[in-house]
Structure formats: structure tokens, C-alpha cells
């Protein structure tokens, strides 16, 4: 009697603590849609495409994710979010994952209090001038005036780059990136900073892309990743290991057109079957199923097929791989063990 | 014989709280206070929790810090590494710089459009209310960006004004240059200034500004007194001595033997590197933003005015002119001062809303006081119950004092009842 008293608190307070922490998968699947913030519009990264579907690298993340998740790759309800209301719209619940080129830094980390699930695109800032005006480098940039996203690290970068070269400039603070195209087409501004990849994609847009040159200078380090609130770790480890997924099936030559035939019977690599769901029960212990990472490879290929598809050298936008190469072949791309 | 007797006397008891009509009604309202307090103190307990849960409890610490970003519109010094406090300041001078020149203009434009809707000309009659119309049933946001966008597409950019034959000129002699980065007019500038004025330590005031404010109130002060001499003489003769020379001397003889004395001459602005250097730059943020505002409130005012004009009956009108008033001194001597008493009131409320509207600055890149502690300083701390708050408080301080303005004024012109 007396020990059915306790096992009984015990498990209510256990039901308590787990509703807690598992809240977010749990809504997740209540809801049978995932909350994915994104860019307003960055061609490649996140844009609508000529059907009105939202694509791109960004995007794919958070497919991939809906697919670990719910099985379903378009289970989303895509929020548009600018780099000033990114941070209150996860911070609020509003949305479950931010998928919006974020920088990962301490503060965002530490003092905004989210969790950043890993980088998938080491970025950096740089600047984009018109050829006509015969600037060779940032440092010449004394007294232009500089178009800049509000509410980026990228403002902050810019600020103190200037003050460390001792030049000074006019910043020109906008909400998105078409509004900045608009005034650096205009000629209202001399200079578009943001992320070099952000660049690219922007000037993949114009109409003579030839005519506009990105300096060589990067001024800061941008890794870029999705990130998730503080609180859910369990969330956390679904969203960091479906990135892991994708950046090691490149690794082990997973690729969408191959998965199925892999993943129907145990292969010569352990760390594939484990991955797979064809040894072990890793799935399980995300609180998932063992198909998991088949679902999220089938959403939009590995991490090399979606950078392909979205951003890569065959794109408008034309992105080398860089620093996003595995780590085999020179880049910074590392997926910890699948053991 | 009767006896007059007291009548019983009535001890209170409890259940008269409910029953007795003389505390019923006080009794409803306590409670319904209670419940009130009750359930604010619930709201901020429970915000107050869930941020101490979340990691973040509420602290203005943040505000010291150095802020870290610039900002290109500042009446105050100010660089990045100032703190959060000052770039809050900064941000909040120039939602007042807008919210003063757009009640201003639209005071102008709303009454000119209001008296000039009641004229008898039916073009200039129709021409106006298409434009009360047009600006008055449009989304404020919208005219914002569309004179933006008008402002950059349309003018030159500074690289037109470069070159042997350059595609765009500069206007006045060379004097002002409209670009769409905005306009540059010349500066006022002194060879021989005062130097500034510090204030709290935190801001200079140029004392040559205080100089030139004070001649000219002085002036101004001196010109009230030639018209009340003049009044008194006209009283006292009939006969109106002819005195404008004596207040515009008063007027500007001081303040020219002031400028003069400071060594007062223009700064012009001229293309160097980028962009013009020299001169006061004008953002097209600020002129959109200015303009938006102030057209969009104007049509409110115009009706406003043109309801203050038609409320005065048209006997005023009738007996003015048998008194052999002409038509715009009875405008200017019957009809608009006792107008102004239906004006007054609603015209408050516009200057709030004009206020209030400045901060959809953010739209253009204005950097007001919701761009700079509302948006990169929430954005780069995170402290967002914080910043929202105090920002709540800003708006309620100005439009609190605004209010504070009018209805003094608006005591003044109510009719003096005797």
C-alpha cells in the first residue's frame, strides 16, 4: 500500500518531468507540422520557387528534419522571419527550429539562451561594389555608404572593422535583403555587406551580375547552423544528429538515389547500418523510429547533394564548396561517430 | 402633544454590504478592484517566473554596455563603443526631430488644404479632396515606403555628379545637391564661435545657437510690446500708428549684429570620395519618413479644420460683413478664432498619432527610438521584455507631454465664459 503511494508520486512526477522536456517533439507530432523559420527571400538559401514551394539550402534542413520527424518532407509550416524578429519568434515558441543563415556566437548562445545544433555553412562577411567605382579592397571604403542587414552580427563586424582601420562610413540600416537589393541597385548605397554566401546569392539576381565585384577581404568568421531554444535538450539531439545525418552520409556515399537499396539489408560499413536503422536502435534513442535517417536522406539527398542543388557550382549562384568539403577532402565538414 | 422621536438607531451589520443600496455600489467596486489587482499581480508574477526559469531574469544591466553598432543620423555625438543608454538617446532626439517637423508641416498643409476645401472655386475645391481622400485612406506604411522608393529611383545617385559632364547638377548655385542618398543643403558655420555647452556631461549645446535663440526671443518680445503700443494709441486716437519697420528692426537688427559678430557663414557641401562631404545631410529615411507623415496626418487635420470652419454659423459670416469686413479678415478676426475651440481638441490626438506613427521608422532604415533601443538593441541582448517596456514608457512620456502643451493651449483660446 504504502509503496503504491510512492511508485505513484514517482510516476506522476516523472510523467511531469518528461512532459517538460520532451514538450517540443511531443507538440511536434500533436500538431503533425513542423514551425521552421527562414529567410524572407534569399535565393538559394530560401526562396520560393515557380510553384510557390519554398526551396533551398536552408530549407532542405529543415525537409530533412520534418521527414525524421513526421515521415512527411512538407509537413511544414514555413515562417518568414527577418534578422530582427528571428530571435523573439523562437525565443516566444512561435517557431520549433531556426533555419535562417543564423551566426553561431556566445552571446546568442549563452545569453539569448538557445542551442545551436552545429554549423552547415562556414560563411564570412564580405563586400560586394560596383566594378565602376575601381575599389580594390575594403580598406578604400573610407567614407562610402554601406547597406547592412539590421540586427545581423554582420552590423556589429562592420562597426568594428571600420573602427580598427580608423575609416569611417554611412550605414544605411535595412529590414531584408530585397530591400537592400533595391537601394544598392539604385546606387543609394555604395556597398551591400552580409555573409559572402548571402552576396553570391545576391548577385546570382541581378540582371549583369558581371558588373558587381565581392572584395577579397572577409572580415569575420560566419558559421552558420540551425539552432533551437534552450530547455529541450531531446529536441536538440533530433535536430543536431538528422545535421549529422546528412553531413555523414556524404562522408560514407549515401546519397538519395542509393538509400533505399542501402538501407533494405545491413551493408559493409557498421556506421552506415547503425545510421540506417539496420544494426542497433540509435533511432530509439532519439525517441524516433530506426528509419529516421533514411526519411531525412530521402527528403533531399546528403549534405553534398543539397549543396549542389541549391548553392553549388552549377547553381546562378555558383558557391565553391571551400570550407564546406568533407573533412576528407580538405574542408571543415565533420560528423561525430554514429555509434 | 406629539413627541418628536429619533428615529431607531441603526447599527451597521455586514449583510448591509450586499443589501443596503447606500454601499452596495461601493462594495462592487472594491471588489472589482480586488479582483483587478489580483489578477495584474498574477501576470507579473507569473512573467516575472517564467523568465527567472528561462535564465533570464529582468535587469537593465545591459543598458551600460558599449552598444556596438552605429547609427548615421545622430544630433549627438556618438560612436560604437558608446553605451546602449546613449544609443538609446540618440534614437530618441531623432523621434522627436521627426515627430516636431511632421506635426509642423502638417499643421501647415492640413489647415491651408482644410480652408482651401471650403473655397468657392469648385477645382481647387475637388483637387483637395482628392487629396484628403487619397492620403487619408491609404495605410500610413504604404506612403512611407512609396516615397521612399520615389526618393530613391528618382534621384541621381552621388557618382551622376561626378565627371567633366556629369548627368545631374547641383541646384541654388551649386548649393544643394539632391541625391538619392538625400539632400545636402549648406551649413550655418562660425568663424568666430562660442564654442558648446556641456550639459550633464552627457551632451554640448552650441552656445551660438542659445545666443541666436535668445536675441531673437528678446526680439520677438520686443516687437509684442510695439503692438501693444501701438493698441493702446489706437485706442486712444482711432488713429493705428504705422509701426512694421519698428518690430521687423527690432526683429532682425539684433540677431544680424549677433551673426555677424560670430562670424556666421555657409559650409557648402561638396562631392568628395563617395559621397558629398560638407553641409547638412538630410537622409531620405528622415525626408520619407517626414513627408509620409505629414501628408498622411494632414488630410486628418484638413477635415478637422474644414469641420472647425463649418461648425461657426454663417450669421458670424453675415454680420461680419455688414460690418464691413473683408472676406479674409472675417476668416482671420471671426470665423478661425472661434474655430480653433472645435479644432484644438481632435488636433491633439493627431499629433499623438503623428508621434506614435514615427515609429514605423524601421521601414526606411530611420533610426528612431524603436530602431535603436526596440530593434538592434533588443536584437544583439535579447532583453526583450526589458526594451519593449521602457520603450512603452518613452512613447507614454511624449505623448503624455504633448498633451500637457495642448491643453494649455487649449485653455487659452476657450471661450473666456464671464
Known amino acids: 500500500m504504502k509503496n503504491s503511494v510512492i511508485l505513484g508520486a514517482l510516476t506522476a512526477a516523472g510523467l511531469i518531468a518528461g512532459a517538460a522536456g520532451a514538450a517540443t517533439l511531443d507538440d511536434v507530432k500533436a500538431r503533425g507540422k513542423l514551425n521552421c523559420g527562414i529567410n524572407t527571400g534569399l535565393v538559394g538559401f530560401a526562396a520560393p520557387d515557380a510553384n510557390g514551394e519554398w526551396s533551398g539550402f536552408d530549407v532542405a534542413y529543415c525537409r530533412a528534419l520534418a521527414a525524421a520527424v513526421l515521415g512527411d518532407p512538407s509537413a511544414i509550416e514555413f515562417v518568414s522571419l527577418t534578422g530582427k524578429t528571428r530571435f523573439t519568434a523562437l525565443a516566444s515558441g512561435e517557431i520549433d527550429v531556426l533555419s535562417r543563415n543564423t551566426t553561431w556566437t556566445l552571446t546568442r548562445d549563452v545569453d539569448l539562451k538557445f542551442t545551436f545544433l552545429g554549423v552547415n555553412y562556414y560563411d564570412g562577411q564580405g563586400f560586394m561594389i560596383p566594378k565602376g567605382l575601381g575599389v580594390g579592397s575594403a580598406k578604400e571604403l573610407d567614407g562610402a555608404t554601406v547597406c547592412i542587414q539590421t540586427g545581423t552580427t554582420t552590423e556589429l563586424n562592420l562597426a568594428d572593422f571600420f573602427r580598427v582601420n580608423n575609416i569611417s562610413y554611412e550605414p544605411v540600416p535595412i529590414e531584408t535583403n530585397a530591400e537592400a537589393q533595391q537601394q544598392f541597385l539604385a546606387g543609394a548605397c555604395d556597398v551591400y555587406t552580409t555573409d559572402a554566401s548571402g552576396l553570391a546569392a545576391t548577385r546570382a539576381t541581378f540582371e549583369n551580375p558581371a558588373d558587381y565585384v565581392i572584395l577579397p577581404e572577409i572580415i569575420s568568421k560566419e558559421p552558420l547552423g540551425p539552432l533551437v531554444r534552450h530547455g529541450d535538450d531531446e529536441w536538440a539531439d533530433i535536430g543536431r544528429w538528422t545535421l549529422n545525418t546528412l553531413i555523414a552520409a556524404e562522408e560514407y556515399g549515401v546519397t538519395s538515389a542509393n538509400v533505399d537499396e542501402m538501407a533494405a539489408k545491413p551493408t559493409s560499413n557498421p556506421e552506415v547500418n547503425r545510421m540506417l536503422g539496420t544494426e542497433g536502435n540509435l533511432g530509439e534513442m532519439l525517441g524516433l523510429d530506426g528509419q529516421w535517417a533514411l526519411r531525412a536522406l530521402k527528403a533531399g539527398g546528403n549534405y553534398g547533394e543539397i549543396f549542389e542543388k541549391h548553392i553549388g557550382e552549377n547553381t546562378p549562384i555558383g558557391l565553391a564548396r571551400g570550407l564546406n568539403a568533407q573533412w576528407t577532402e580538405g574542408g571543415l565538414m565533420y560528423a561525430p561517430p554514429f555509434r | ?418
Open chain 2, 1 to 418: 402633544m406629539t413627541a418628536l422621536t429619533d428615529p431607531p438607531k441603526e447599527s451597521f451589520r455586514l449583510s448591509m454590504l450586499i443589501y443596503d443600496t447606500r454601499y452596495r455600489s461601493l462594495t462592487i467596486q472594491v471588489v472589482a478592484l480586488f479582483v483587478f489587482m489580483l489578477m495584474a499581480a498574477w501576470l507579473i508574477n507569473n512573467t516575472a517566473q517564467n523568465l527567472a526559469e528561462l535564465g533570464k531574469p529582468i535587469d537593465f544591466g545591459f543598458f551600460t554596455e558599449p552598444a556596438g553598432y552605429d547609427i548615421n543620423q545622430r544630433l549627438i555625438d556618438y560612436d560604437n563603443q558608446d553605451s546602449h543608454l546613449r544609443a538609446s538617446f540618440v534614437g530618441l532626439l531623432n523621434t522627436l526631430l521627426v515627430a516636431f517637423l511632421g506635426c509642423l508641416l502638417a499643421t501647415i498643409v492640413g489647415v491651408l488644404v482644410g480652408v482651401l476645401r471650403l473655397s468657392k472655386n469648385w477645382l481647387v475645391a475637388r483637387i483637395m479632396t482628392v487629396y484628403v481622400e487619397m492620403f487619408r485612406n491609404v495605410p500610413v506604411l504604404l506612403w512611407i515606403v512609396f516615397f521612399m522608393a520615389i526618393l530613391i529611383e528618382n534621384l541621381p545617385s552621388p557618382s551622376d555628379y561626378r565627371g567633366d559632364n556629369p548627368d545631374a547638377s547641383m541646384y541654388l548655385w551649386d548649393s544643394v545637391a539632391l541625391t538619392n542618398r538625400g539632400f545636402y543643403i549648406p551649413e550655418p558655420l562660425f568663424s568666430r564661435s562660442l564654442g558648446d555647452l556641456p550639459v550633464f556631461g552627457a551632451f554640448n549645446i552650441s552656445i551660438d545657437l542659445l545666443a541666436l535663440v535668445a536675441v531673437l526671443a528678446a526680439g520677438i518680445w520686443g516687437a509684442g510690446r510695439i503692438k501693444h503700443r501701438a493698441d493702446r494709441i489706437q485706442e486712444e486716437t482711432g488713429e493705428r500708428p504705422t509701426t512694421w519697420y519698428q518690430s521687423l528692426a527690432v526683429v532682425v537688427l539684433p540677431v544680424a549684429a549677433v551673426l555677424v559678430f560670430l562670424g556666421f557663414h555657409l559650409g557648402y557641401p561638396a562631392l568628395k570620395g563617395f559621397n558629398f562631404q560638407g553641409g547638412v545631410h538630410m537622409r531620405n529615411s528622415l525626408i520619407a519618413l517626414w513627408l509620409a507623415l505629414s501628408f498622411y496626418t494632414a488630410a486628418f487635420i484638413a477635415e478637422i479644420v474644414r469641420a472647425g470652419i463649418l461648425a461657426i454659423s454663417k450669421g458670424q459670416t453675415e454680420a461680419a460683413s455688414a460690418l464691413g469686413l473683408r472676406s479674409n479678415r472675417i476668416m482671420s478676426l471671426v470665423i478661425l478664432p472661434q474655430a480653433l475651440r472645435v479644432i484644438i481638441p481632435p488636433l491633439i490626438s493627431q499629433y499623438l498619432n503623428l508621434t506614435k506613427n514615427s515609429s514605423l521608422a524601421i521601414a526606411v532604415g530611420y533610426m528612431d527610438i524603436t530602431g535603436t533601443l526596440g530593434g538592434i538593441t533588443m536584437n544583439q541582448t535579447g532583453r526583450e521584455l526589458e526594451c519593449v517596456l521602457l520603450l512603452m514608457l518613452v512613447y507614454l512620456t511624449i505623448s503624455l507631454c504633448i498633451s500637457l502643451v495642448m491643453n494649455w493651449y487649449n485653455t487659452r483660446v476657450k471661450l473666456v465664459e464671464r
